[in-house]
Structures are given as C-alpha cells and as structure tokens.
C-alpha cells in the first residue's frame, strides 16, 4: 500500500514540475540599444491578477519563470520610456519574445525660470543678523500686545 501511495505522489509531482515553462524577452530603444532597468510585469489576462515582476540586466533581457500554460500580458515600464504592453500565449514550451523597442519619452521645457532671495539671517563673526525687511516682506505686522 505505502509503494502506490509514494508512487503516486511521486508522479503528482512529477507531472507538475513539467508545466512549467519560461518565458524570456529582450527590451531596447529606437537605436537597437539595450534598455537596462525596465520593470516588466507579468499578469493573468481573464483577471489581471500580478503573477511576475522582474527587471531587465544589463542587456535588457528579462526572464519568467515556473510558468503554466495560458494567456498572459507583459506591461513594460520604464522611466525614460513610453510604456508597452502584449498579449502572449503559453502552449506546452518555452518562449523567447521578439524584442519589444520601447519608444523615449519627449521632455522639452517651455522655459526655466531662476530666482533666488536674500538671506533672512546672516551669521559674519559669528553675530547672528536678521534681515527685518525680508522677514516682515509680504505679512501683516503689529506691534500691539
């Protein structure tokens, strides 16, 4: 009785370390160039539940693993990228990605503006020296108790 019920367990678990698969891609810019540091998340597509979260190396190659079979969506996201998303399918094997190009963000600034104001308090050999007309600049001040 003990050999069929380890024989048994033995094949469970067996057969559930063969659904696993992997599935890795590549992420690069528009000049071909790796894009290191990108967040890729791996989600269900019936329920959007997380299931991975990894982030790419040094050659923006990222790897899931202990996957079932099934259909999933892989969000990709980075700081100094736009971000993208696909559909992809699992059957029975691993997979590897064509690379996905992610697209950099435009950040152009209309103007700069610089300002800066005078000390409140200066401290020359050690004599503390409040500036009172930029304390009071701005503020309603009364001298009444």
């Known amino acids: 009785m003990r050999i069929i019920i380890w024989t048994i367990l033995f094949s469970i678990s067996l057969f559930s ?34 299931i991975q979260t990894v982030v790419t190396d040094q050659q923006g190659e ?12 892989i969000h990709l996201q980075h700081m100094a990228y736009e971000k993208d998303t696909q559909a992809v399918t699992l059957s029975d094997a691993d997979m590897e990605l064509p ?24 401290s020359p050999d050690g004599n503390l020296i409040f500036d009172i ?8 001040v009364s001298n009444a108790l």
């Open 133 to 140: 007309p930029q304390l009071v600049k701005d503020k309603v």
């Open 62 to 73: 990222f790897l899931f693993t202990g996957l079932a079979n099934g259909d999933y969506i």
């Open 17 to 50: 370390f063969a659904q696993q698969y992997k599935l890795k891609g590549t992420v690069i810019n528009e000049s071909n160039m790796p894009v290191e540091a990108t967040v890729c998340m791996l989600r269900l597509v019936n329920d959007s539940t997380a």
């Open 99 to 122: 690379p996905f190009v992610l697209v950099s963000l435009s950040n152009e600034l209309n103007e700069i503006v610089v300002s800066r104001e005078r000390p409140v308090v200066k």
